[in-house]
């Protein structure tokens, strides 16, 4: 907690904050939740704006390195609106679905709340029945973060016309304000990918390490490996000419690959070859016809960058390594034909 760098803590008293956060949240996630499904009307939304905004401004001092970056970005991003006097019920549907993510953290919080009162209820009567819920909620907290926070913020948001003309219209060319909102709305849907990464990797090593071992094996990306490359030598053939800067692209995206496999015997070699695919990112991003092209490339880059090092699918991480790959071979080709 950043407050502890000015306070002095003891562990009781930071003990008893966390638990009291956990409570806050719940509270705070599902006002927000259910005024902004029940009733989405500018009057509520704006009151949904003002709540979000003072719980990450005083929320921030208590929270991890994580947190307090989501609280900046989500700070930053509600000031946006709140500057421009936005009406939430033109394009609705972005604002929804920025005060919808909320919705997912009710059931984080009474996930953590279970665990909590772990030992409480491991002595009840009704045992086996909060089990059942507790597994039930994670899966309702799984769907929801994937759906509200990774899905629909991708759809509604990053991917809508609609947002950046919101922003170009308010802000125009203003270099520090573009920086703000950008950065906000990017930051924040990174980190959820980040969050959403550690979610996976939990649950599969509780499901297909614990379950189905065979499964995660080395040699079954291995078999999967070559199908990108399938992918690039297709397109290329299919327009030679105008395929060469890409086709480069992926000479050097092929000595990525190569890391996951030999970085214990290539550690110099990993570094060049990492260097290149940035250099490669920079010229590719640089030649895409649209903003939004450029993004999804940005984003599939971060997203390879954040699965090498988070690894959630274990040995099998490779095999998700090359379907990020597969997705930036389409990009890539949207960005330099349409």
Request: net charge positive; charged share 15%.
């Amino acid at each position: 907690m950043i407050i502890e760098k000015f306070i002095n803590i003891s562990p009781e008293t930071k003990t008893n904050i966390d638990l009291i956060k956990i409570y806050i949240a719940f509270i705070i996630s599902f006002i927000i939740s259910f005024l902004s499904i029940f009733y989405n009307t500018n009057y509520y939304l704006q009151i949904c704006l003002n709540i979000f905004t003072i719980y990450v401004s005083i929320d921030v001092f208590f929270s991890t390195p994580d947190l307090v970056l989501h609280h900046i970005f989500g700070f930053f991003a509600c000031q946006f609106i709140t500057e421009n006097n936005i009406n939430f019920m033109i394009n609705n549907n972005i604002y929804k679905t920025f005060f919808n993510t909320e919705l997912s953290t009710i059931f984080l919080s009474i996930k953590l709340l279970i665990d909590w009162y772990k030992k409480d209820i491991e002595q009840s009567k009704y045992l086996k029945i909060i089990k059942i819920y507790y597994a039930i909620n994670d899966l309702i907290f799984f769907y929801l973060f994937f759906k509200l926070r990774i899905y629909d913020f991708f759809y509604n948001i990053i991917q809508n016309k609609k947002f950046y003309d919101i922003v170009y219209y308010h802000i125009h060319n203003s270099i520090i304000k573009n920086i703000k909102i950008y950065t906000s709305i990017y930051g924040l849907f990174i980190l959820n990918i980040y969050w959403f990464l550690i979610i996976c990797k939990k649950l599969y090593k509780q499901v297909i390490v614990k379950l189905f071992p065979s499964i995660d094996n080395e040699l079954n990306a291995k078999y999967i490996i070559n199908i990108n490359y399938l992918i690039i030598i297709y397109y290329y053939l299919k327009n030679i000419k105008k395929y060469i800067l890409s086709h480069l692209c992926y000479i050097f995206i092929y000595i990525f690959n190569l890391n996951d496999f030999y970085s214990k015997e290539y550690k110099n070699f990993n570094l060049l070859s990492n260097f290149i695919c940035l250099l490669d990112m920079i010229v590719v991003i640089y030649y895409s016809n649209t903003f939004i092209q450029k993004i999804n490339i940005l984003l599939i880059k971060i997203l390879i960058v954040i699965i090498s090092n988070v690894k959630p699918f274990y040995k099998l991480n490779s095999v998700f390594l090359h379907i990020l790959l597969i997705f930036q071979t389409l990009y890539v080709i949207e960005a330099f034909y349409y």
